[in-house]
């Protein structure tokens, strides 16, 4: 099992580039693999007539795992990529051999927030998402300390939400708005599991963190200071370190 490839899944909204912090110090250790999810990044949006679901980005990361022939995983997302996370795992939990759940959460949106998805998707689809989205969401996933002192993340960040194509980022706001509670789900999965959780995260703070990891049956916590919500790009030697010296997999 020391060979088990680790799966990251990005960010809303942004794409797989939000990995690239800690993909040198991961690949000198592990096989990773960053897909864009659809309609994202460079991942194309499916026509369908279904409504916005995470079952269906699930079934886009199991179809990805049957390409490459995996059977099995140590699977893992941030914020929107954990979400994806538990719906591979309502899904195929016998593809997955590990967690890492990185500033997400396993409950449900409040019916408030499910709202402002909705009207956030209906404002990409009509205006685009140029000009208003990252000023909309810098604040909420970038912590203090980054937003003040490390403006070359602040512009990657800005970079990565403005290129993003606008029906992708509605598409992916309504799945968000409509997904289950994992709290279940994560209770009843006894896989080794590690949650990192930024400390000054905002949108999934350290105490839902900790509940999340005490549900979990193997599951660890790792808080990284002065971090916010995406702790892969404020704090990726952080991360790195977090996730080798964890791997149970020997």
Not at 3 to 29: E, K, Q, S, Y
Request: net charge negative; with cysteine; proline share 9%.
């Amino acid at each position: 099992m020391a060979d088990l490839p680790l799966v990251l899944l990005h960010a809303f909204p942004v794409d797989a580039r939000m990995w690239n912090p800690v993909r040198g110090g991961l690949t000198t250790r592990h096989r990773l693999i960053t897909p864009d999810q659809r309609g994202l990044g460079r991942t194309p949006l499916p026509g369908t007539d279904r409504e916005p679901s995470l079952d269906d980005a699930a079934r886009d990361v199991v179809a990805l795992l049957d390409k490459l022939e995996l059977e099995q995983v140590v699977l893992g997302g941030c914020s929107m990529g954990g979400y994806v996370t538990m719906a591979v795992l309502r899904a195929a939990p016998e593809r997955v051999a590990g967690l890492v759940l990185i500033d997400t959460k396993a409950t449900a949106d409040a019916p408030e927030a499910a709202q402002a998805r909705r009207d956030l998707a209906q404002r990409a689809e009509s205006e685009g998402v140029t000009g208003w989205l990252a000023e909309a969401m810098l604040p909420n996933v970038l912590s203090a300390e980054t937003r003040e002192t490390r403006p070359d993340v602040v512009e990657t960040v800005r970079d990565l939400i403005d290129s993003q194509p606008p029906a992708g980022v509605a598409w992916a706001a309504r799945a968000m708005a409509d997904r289950p509670d994992s709290t279940a789900l994560l209770a009843a999965t006894d896989v080794p599991a590690l949650v990192i959780v930024g400390e000054d995260d905002g949108l999934t703070p350290p105490d839902g963190a900790q509940a999340m990891a005490e549900t979990l049956p193997s599951g660890e916590l790792v808080v990284v200071p002065q971090a916010g919500h995406l702790t892969p790009l404020e704090a990726p030697a952080m991360v790195t370190e977090a996730i080798l010296g964890w791997w149970p997999f020997v």
